[in-house]
């Protein structure tokens, strides 16, 4: 069992929340574009919920930003966000109110996760094994990896 496998707990979840009231203070331009902050719904609450997770993905021209649901088998934001789409995306220093969203399929996951491995070797290197990904592009477990990671898509609205 990794590490990843349940929800964070104490300390590590105090930690974990921490860039949140960066990104409240406006001061979300200092994780550039490594990580983006997701306002939900609660799925059963209708409550407002707040998450900063790591980007894997980011392409300026369109401009989208990709993150995967890392943390446990089925994190809560996912499900939020699968139940009601998210109330706005912040990146560096843009806001996107309402964003558009897209679930990435196993061959897309695979390759912005093959390619984050290339973009960021030293984070990979220790990312890799918490999370259950092989570290070697050349593992022919890949797409079987890909196929039960999550990862989803935003960019603005048209």
């Known amino acids: 069992m990794s590490v990843t496998d349940r929800k964070p707990r104490g300390l590590l979840r105090v930690l974990l929340r921490a860039p949140i009231y960066l990104y409240r203070a406006g001061l979300g331009f200092l994780a550039g574009h490594r990580f ?3 306002a939900h719904r609660g799925r059963r609450t209708g409550a407002r919920r707040e998450v900063v997770v790591e980007v894997v993905g980011y392409d300026p021209e369109i401009p989208e930003v990709v993150v995967v ?4 088998k089925n994190p809560d934001w996912y499900r939020n966000i699968q139940a009601a789409p998210a109330i706005e995306v912040r990146l560096s220093r843009h806001r996107w109110p309402r964003p558009e969203h897209r679930y990435l399929d196993a061959a897309e996951v695979q390759r912005v996760l093959l390619a984050y491995s290339r973009a960021h070797p030293s984070a990979w290197k220790r990312l890799a094994p918490l999370l259950g990904f092989p570290a ?5 477990r890949w ?9 989803i898509a935003f960019r603005p609205r048209s």
Not at 143 to 151: D, G
Request: net charge negative; charged share 25%; proline share 10%.
């Open 143 to 151: 797409p079987e990896v890909a196929a039960r990671t999550r990862a």
């Open 36 to 38: 983006v902050y997701l």
């Open 69 to 72: 649901a890392a943390w446990g």
């Open 136 to 140: 070697d592009p050349a593992d022919s």
